[in-house]
């Protein structure tokens, strides 16, 4: 089946978010959860006007929140004529029914959120399928209250992707499909892996990291390409690979999918073949935000998506970047690095402090990166040590 997309109503659709805070003192970490669940939804086209955040023992099995505070959002909602509550964990089948029963409006979970914006952000024919693939996984549970959606509107955030008017509910139906698409990826994957064969026996690199932290405007800088760069989250979910020469040695550089808090593990399973670059990476560069308030908890966010695909004990290098973007005081050791003060002190030849944007310190990343990219070309070359 052909994924369908809509353009996004010309009138910004209005949207509260919701948050819970399980254990105490995690409300912080909540609240910079509802924060990037904002900019998810501003990505998505949507206009985030209010945030409710809760401090629960334990989610409510049947509201998520409790009967008190959904009553304040359903008040809310009236008032302010919202058009969708988003709540920032993925909410089971009945919670959807509940929730939305009681409201009257729409309701996403920030797994149904991050698929909608896969949806438009899928370029090629590889990643449509990926994301229709990760749709319907996400759908089949919710297969009753998501076709009378459907049916009911079309083109908002949430309603981009698989079916339409007619009544396709039936599971056999939908199994089908996934089982199609995944004949699919499976094929793919074998055209992928014969590509990276071919390519030869340069060295490989790819560029991991959290969504948006500028792992493509590096890639465009030391590959002299024009991949495409937006400050947002997700740009790129296609794996481009590009060819890198620094000095007289030649590797191969590939810029992935960004991770993110609670991506789903469904997603990542149909995004194998793009994380496949990864995996069979020779060196990582973990590329980080370093000017994100939260950039620590981004750290540990890909080191854990790293360690599910299978690529935790790959050799990996550090790109503390964005550093233009620090203040602070400068110190004799720090100097060319403003604002470094703020940074955590990573020593060594495995990390660096960058921006990418203003070309600071780019030399010296490429001059390390240059002495790493050898040292595996000879130990697995050692016969072509005339190169260097």
């Known amino acids: 089946m052909t994924m369908r997309y809509y353009q996004t109503q010309t009138e910004q659709e209005r949207v509260v978010l919701v948050g819970v805070a399980i254990k105490p003192g995690k409300k912080k970490e909540t609240d910079a959860h509802l924060k990037e669940l904002a900019l998810l939804t501003e990505t998505a086209g949507a206009k985030p006007v209010k945030s409710f955040i809760q401090q629960l023992s334990g989610l409510n099995p049947a509201t998520f929140v409790g009967k008190g505070m959904l009553e304040d959002i359903k008040n809310y909602v009236k008032e302010n004529q919202i058009d969708t509550v988003i709540f920032d964990d993925e909410l089971s089948p009945s919670q959807l029914r509940n929730i939305e029963k009681k409201l009257d409006c729409k309701i996403l979970d920030r797994t149904h959120l991050i698929l909608d914006i896969f949806a438009t952000r899928a370029r090629t024919a590889h990643a449509r399928i990926q994301v229709e693939l990760a749709q319907y996984q996400y759908l089949l549970p919710r297969l009753t209250r998501m076709w009378t959606h459907l049916e009911r509107q079309e083109g908002a955030i949430g309603l981009r992707g698989p079916g339409e008017t ?17 004949k699919q990826l499976v094929r793919i994957d074998r055209q992928k892996s014969t590509q990276r064969m071919n390519r030869g026996k340069l060295v490989r690199v790819a560029l991991v990291g959290y969504t948006n932290a500028g792992k493509s405007t590096l890639l465009n800088l030391l590959s002299k390409s024009h991949a495409v760069v937006e400050d947002k989250l997700f740009a790129t979910l296609d794996t481009m690979v590009r060819k890198v020469v620094i000095k007289n040695l030649p590797f191969l550089l590939a810029d992935t999918v960004g991770f993110i808090h609670k991506l789903p593990h469904f997603l990542v399973e149909s995004f194998k073949a793009t994380l496949d670059e990864v995996r069979e990476a ?22 854990a998506t790293l360690k599910e695909i299978g690529a935790g004990n790959k050799p990996l290098f550090t790109v503390f970047n964005k550093i233009d973007l620090l203040t602070g005081t400068e110190t004799e050791e720090d100097r060319g690095n403003p604002g470094i003060l703020a940074a955590p002190r990573l020593k060594g030849e495995t990390s660096i402090y960058i921006s990418a944007k203003e070309k600071m310190n780019i030399n010296i990343l490429q001059q390390k990166l240059y002495t790493q990219v050898k040292e595996i070309h000879i130990t697995r070359y050692p016969y072509d040590d005339f190169l260097y």
């Not at 056999?172 to 995944?182: E, M, T, Y």
């Not at 020779?282 to 080191?303: C, F, G, K, N, T």
Request: glycine fraction near 0%; proline fraction near 3%; charged fraction near 40%.
């Open 282 to 303: 020779d060196l990582l560069l973990h590329v980080i935000d370093i000017s994100h308030p939260d950039y620590e908890a981004q750290i540990r966010v890909v080191d």
């Open 166 to 182: 007619e009544i396709e509910t039936d599971r056999r139906i939908i199994r089908d499909k996934v089982a199609r698409l995944k």
